[in-house]
Each structure stands twice: as structure tokens, then as C-alpha cells.
């Protein structure tokens, strides 16, 4: 344990000063053991850790987030990968063990969001989890161990500034938290709800079949908007999230956000992106913008003119007929919303990125027609009874 005050540089911006995290009870239930983690970084490292931490419990695999701005970018667990995503994820080259499986599924869900991530993961971090971070742009990570040689090779990075926490498993929270806006106090008991399989047996559609799959991609969904901003939906599959829609102020506004990057998930694993031309030395974020904008259907002639200096032959674009046709093959995908849907629109649009399964809450006074609109599409929809805002 360290001490009980941790003094840092500013808060959320520069001109925040002074600032710092502390604890009641003289005992802080983490160590850092490299670089300088800043207000929001240790937002991030908590929030994350938390998610995580559940996955693991929840699911019994090692589990892994990418996160930004206090909200995920992409969680998963261990599960294995295809060749094909291996490719996608730039992690083909790197024996996965189940730890470095669920962060390079993690960080490869949202690439672009992960940009400059926070990351957590649920177990010792080893050697191949720390390549894959060591080739990132990332800020830090927390997790409750490291490997020696892991270790050695992270506080090589950003010259060796890189954030390195490692946190208490053991380590549990007060029931009431406190926060204060305004000069106001707010108090409230901890959400300390843990996403289970019996939230999923109250199935209100006529598909009441939910497979063991499907299953734990749901209660990923769940574990991730309980630490997303809301309001949120999330998109899971094959163990891990695929598009979240967070911080939205309308919720077809989430499932428009959360299938847009389903999508685009899905689109990078296409043959024409996989074989993208880049000429030797590009890094991964200029990939990644190049492939990010190679997909755009909207992006300009002066957006493209630096594709020359990436690239060493122009590709032809996928036109948006060969991409429906490649995005026809999207299917079994979970989804889950922290909070009721009010109007049938959300799931309309689930349908088109193949959504099959939903969790949400229930309870509002249109259920009736988002059942229905379930119904016309076959998908299995069960009410959880739990909202899972988070602010």
C-alpha cells in the first residue's frame, strides 16, 4: 500500500490546479510502479479495472478493456483468434496466450477510439500482452501484476514514461460513494449489481432461444454500459465488444453510433482492406487512418492525397453495394442497452448490422411494438430488470 495522498500535476485541464486523489482510510490499494499518471488517467484506471475485474468474475476468462475518456473503447475475454482477425488486429506475428487474446480484441474492436488508450487487464500481464502495447499508442495500464520481462519491456515505452499501475484484486470499495459537483455533495450507494445469466431468462420474444455464445456476449454488453457514459448501447461478439455508442443524449443515437462501428469492425476483416498495398515502415495509427478513411463512402479527393506516401499503388474503394454484400454476413451479434428503448427505430437498425440477441431493462410504455419489431426480425430479446446508467 502507499500512502494515503497522491499529489498530480493538474485535474482535467492545465489550469485545474491543484490537484490530487486520496483516501479516507490511509491506505491506497494500488502501486505505480512507472511514469506519472495524470487526473483523468487514474479516472480511467478505476473505471476500467472495475470492468474488467467483473468480466473475469463474471465470465471466469481472463478479461481486458481499451478506454478513453472514461468510457471503453472495446472489452473482451480470452478467447482465441482467426487468422483473419489476427491480421486485422496487426497481432498475427505474436503467440497469444488468453491474456494477450483479450487485449488485442479489445484495443482491435474500436482502433481508432483506441488511439492514445488506457488499458486494464484482469490478470499478470506477460510478455505477449506487453508487445502488443509496446507497438500502441497507450497511456498507461493497470492490472494486479506483471511479469518481469513484461514489465522490463512497457517502462521502455513513451521513453520511459509509460503508466504503470498495479492494483490491489483483493481491494474493495466503501457501499456509499461521494462526489461532489457544484460545491454540492452527492452520496449514493455503490453500484455493486453483478451482470449474471439469470438476468437472460426473462425472454419476452417468440425466439426464446439464447445460445451459450450469445450468452456470454450478452453479459459482456452488460459489464461494459455498466462503465460507459450514458446513455450507451453496446454491440458484443465472439467474446468481445464491436461498437459502443456512449454518451449519447438520444438512444437511437447509441445504436446508430455502436452499429457504425460494428460495421466498420466487420469491414476491416474484408479481403480488400486485409490487402491493403502500405508500403514498408507505415506505422499503425497512419494504417489505421488510411483504412479508416478507405471505408468512408463521404471522404474527398484532398483527404486521399497523402495515400501515395502510405500506399504504394492506389486501391480501387469498396463501393457501398460490395459492402452491404460483405456486411450481409454480420450475424449472431449481441446487443445490450443500458436503459429501456422507447421507439422500435433502435431496433430497425440493430437488424441491419446482424443483430440477433438483446438485454435491456424493459419498462417502457412501448414495449409492446419494440417486442414486436424483435418479433418481424427473430431475434431473442430478454428483459434484465437492471438499468445500468452510469455518470
Not at 69 to 74: E, I, L, M, R, W
Not at 101 to 124: I, K, L, N, P, T
Not at 178 to 192: A, M
Not at 198 to 212: A, F, G, P, S
Request: aromatic content about 8%; some cysteine.
Amino acid at each position: 500500500m502507499e500512502n494515503a495522498e497522491i499529489i498530480l500535476k493538474y485535474g482535467c485541464n492545465p489550469h485545474q490546479k491543484p490537484a490530487r486523489i486520496y483516501t479516507k482510510d490511509k491506505s491506497i490499494p494500488f502501486k505505480i510502479l512507472n511514469g506519472t499518471p495524470g487526473y483523468i488517467n487514474f479516472m480511467d484506471a478505476f473505471n476500467s479495472w472495475q470492468l474488467v475485474k467483473e468480466l473475469k468474475q463474471v465470465t471466469g476468462l481472463p478479461a481486458a478493456a481499451s478506454f478513453k475518456h472514461v468510457s471503453p473503447a472495446g472489452a473482451a475475454v480470452g478467447v482465441p483468434l482467426s487468422d483473419v482477425l489476427k491480421k486485422s488486429y496487426s497481432v498475427e506475428d505474436i503467440e497469444l496466450t488468453p491474456v494477450a487474446a483479450a487485449y488485442a480484441r479489445a484495443r482491435g474492436a474500436d482502433r481508432m477510439s483506441s488511439f492514445g488508450d488506457w488499458a486494464a487487464v484482469s490478470d499478470v500481464v506477460d510478455l505477449p500482452t506487453a508487445t502488443i502495447l509496446s507497438r500502441s499508442v497507450s497511456d498507461g495500464i493497470i492490472a494486479p501484476g506483471y511479469t518481469e520481462e513484461a514489465l522490463d519491456l512497457l517502462k521502455k515505452k513513451k521513453k520511459g514514461s509509460y503508466c504503470i499501475i498495479e492494483m490491489d484484486w483483493n481491494y474493495e470499495p466503501e457501499d456509499i460513494e461521494r462526489r461532489e459537483i457544484y460545491g454540492i455533495t452527492f452520496e449514493q450507494k455503490r453500484n455493486d449489481v453483478l451482470a449474471n445469466e439469470d438476468m437472460l431468462k426473462n425472454i419476452v420474444t417468440n425466439n426464446k432461444n439464447i445460445t451459450e455464445d450469445a450468452k456470454r456476449d450478452l453479459l459482456i454488453s452488460m459489464v461494459t454500459l455498466k462503465y460507459t457514459q450514458s446513455n450507451s448501447v453496446c454491440f458484443a461478439l465472439d467474446g468481445q465488444v464491436i461498437g459502443v455508442g456512449a454518451g449519447q443524449q438520444s438512444r437511437i443515437h447509441c445504436t446508430r453510433l455502436a452499429a457504425s462501428k460494428a460495421d466498420i469492425w466487420y469491414l476491416r476483416q474484408h479481403p480488400a482492406v486485409l490487402n491493403l498495398p502500405f508500403k514498408e515502415g507505415v506505422t499503425g495509427p497512419n494504417k489505421d487512418n488510411v483504412i479508416d478513411q478507405y471505408l468512408r463512402d463521404d471522404i474527398t479527393e484532398m483527404e486521399m492525397k497523402d495515400w501515395s506516401s502510405v500506399l504504394t499503388e492506389i486501391p480501387n474503394r469498396l463501393t457501398r453495394e460490395e459492402k452491404a454484400e460483405w456486411l450481409s454476413n454480420l450475424t449472431g451479434v449481441s446487443l445490450g442497452s443500458d436503459a429501456f428503448f422507447p421507439f422500435r427505430d433502435n431496433i430497425d437498425r440493430a437488424a441491419q448490422s446482424g443483430v440477433k440477441y438483446i438485454v435491456q431493462p424493459g419498462g417502457s410504455v412501448r414495449d409492446d411494438i419494440v417486442i414486436e419489431a424483435c418479433n418481424e426480425y427473430d431475434m431473442a430479446m430478454a428483459y434484465s430488470a437492471v438499468r445500468l446508467f452510469h455518470h
